[in-house]
């Protein structure tokens, strides 16, 4: 599954499409858990069976990605939220757009992007790189 980011319905127009996404974390991919054995095999000095690690609570949570892709049709309040393998924004940085009158600026706030596009109602297409946990 990919990370998706969709806007909040209703009027808003922008479109994100996803062109590629990079993990970023550091340790084991998400789908080793090794190291979630501890010491299985009995040989660390001191081991206590039982005291072995685990996640069983639900907490655990796969580690940030780096999302790039393209933004279109966006207009000022329009705003994006992570679905799929993501569940909130953390940071976006925002390319160039092919309007020499177009500025196009996001905030960030409780996970969530909003758009402000400065110098025509809408901006057409802009790159746009994210962080996504």
Do not use: H
């Not at 970023?24 to 858990?33: E, F, K, N, Q, V």
């Not at 780096?66 to 569940?87: E, K, R, W, Y």
């Amino acid at each position: 599954m990919a990370v998706t980011l969709t806007n909040g319905g209703g009027s808003e127009t922008v479109v994100f499409t996803n062109t590629f996404e990079l993990d970023l974390y550091a340790g084991t991919p998400g789908t080793d858990t090794n190291w979630l054995d501890g010491n299985a095999g009995g040989s660390y000095p001191g081991s206590l069976t039982g005291f072995l690690a685990s996640n069983s609570d639900g907490n655990a949570v796969a580690g940030a990605k780096l999302v790039c892709g393209t933004l279109a049709t966006i207009t000022t309040a329009d705003t994006l939220s992570a679905g799929g393998d993501g569940s909130q924004v953390l940071a976006v940085i925002i390319g160039d757009t092919p309007d020499a009158a177009d500025a196009v600026t996001p905030t960030v706030a409780n996970g969530v992007v909003t758009f402000t596009v400065v110098g025509g109602p809408t901006a057409t297409t802009t790159t746009m790189l994210a962080i996504v946990a």
